[in-house]
């Protein structure tokens, strides 16, 4: 796997159907920020899961264990919404930042549109290593460079090509690998297979039932290494999804397409159905900060969902 040492972009965009991938990695002394992690935090590790295509009545419909106990042991909701247009890449950029589509201005879908350094906007990522927290993103779709702002990830990654996609399973080989010698404050994790299996068979059918399985199996994959990395306890998730689905599709502003679950697990969680507080996905930036002990910038529009956990630990 290719890293870089310098502040400068390594961009490795390939249009074959190998492993190359877009990498941004400024892990070398050059990489400035500041040693100023807040005092008062709920955690000081938190790991960030987006499931995409995932709808919440696919947890139970399907079975998927991991997801399941998520459900029963953390905070939760499966009603919360995500923006419309329910795309992709509008949604994951609503996710982590905190912003509606109108404020990031990310309406495209696609890698052709899609360019480093275009998002002028705080992200979680620039938030939480501005403060000396370590970043990591691992995306599964080519389509998210506008997301690997330089100087605001310690290291991320995503398939190269138009069209590039990882399965749940190779994603989370590069993680566990990855997280083998690093332990990265804020880690986001991108998992595809419901979609995939979504566009091809239908949201709902016996093949995204497999899908959402294999997304849910390397959940699982995920909770060991992270156990590893961080130790039992010492780190809190959050997992949701950009979107759900209906019939083959989604970007509508149909109750499939926008409800996704909420689910908050580990680390200073208080159990139980988040019913008093309406969630959005804009919300899960504002959330990701709260817990790091970080403000979020005033003109976000989500906000934390503090009563989702305990208050601040002081360790």
């Known amino acids: 796997m290719i890293r870089l040492t310098s502040t400068a972009l390594l961009i490795l965009l390939s249009f074959g159907c190998g492993r190359p991938h877009l990498v941004l990695a400024p892990t070398g002394p050059d990489a400035t920020f500041v040693e100023s992690r807040p005092d008062d ?3 000081r590790n938190v790991v960030l899961v987006s499931i995409d295509g995932l709808r919440p009545d696919a947890i139970a419909a399907f079975k998927a264990p991991t ?3 998520l459900v029963a042991e953390g905070s939760y909701t499966l009603s919360a ?4 247009p329910s795309k992709t890449l509008p949604s994951h950029t609503s996710m982590l930042t905190g912003e509606p589509p109108d404020r990031h201005g990310v309406l495209w879908n696609d890698a052709f549109n899609d360019q480093p350094g275009t998002l002028k906007i705080p992200t979680i990522f620039g938030a939480a290593r501005s403060r000396g927290y370590r970043t990591a993103a691992f995306f599964s779709k080519s389509k998210f460079s506008h997301l690997q702002v330089p100087g605001t990830l310690d290291y991320s990654q995503s398939p190269g090509g138009w069209f590039g996609r990882w399965s749940s399973s190779s994603t989370l080989n590069d993680v566990e690998k990855h997280l083998a010698s690093a332990a990265p404050n804020l880690l986001f994790v991108h998992l595809t297979d419901p979609d995939a299996e979504g566009h091809s068979h239908g949201w709902m059918s016996r093949e995204y039932g497999r899908g959402v399985l294999r997304a ?10 992270a156990d590893k990395a961080y130790g ?3 780190y809190t998730v959050i997992v949701t999804a950009d979107h759900g689905g209906n019939g083959r ?3 509508s502003d149909h109750a499939f397409d926008v ?4 689910i908050a697990w580990g680390r200073g969680v208080l159990p139980g159905e988040i019913v008093s507080t309406k969630v959005t996905t804009m919300d899960t930036a504002s959330t990701v900060l709260f817990l790091l002990g970080l403000d979020k910038p005033a003109e976000w529009a989500g906000v934390p969902i503090r009563r989702a956990f305990t208050v601040a630990i002081d360790d």
Do not use: C, F, Q
């Not at 959940?219 to 060991?224: D, G, H």
């Not at 409800?259 to 909420?262: D, F, H």
């Open 259 to 262: 409800t996704i679950p909420w």
């Open 216 to 225: 849910d199996l390397a959940v699982e994959r995920l909770l060991r290494a």
């Open 232 to 234: 039992v306890g010492e």
């Open 41 to 43: 935090s709920v955690t």
């Open 67 to 69: 997801l399941s106990k």
């Open 249 to 251: 599709d989604h970007g």
């Open 81 to 84: 919404t995500t923006i419309v």
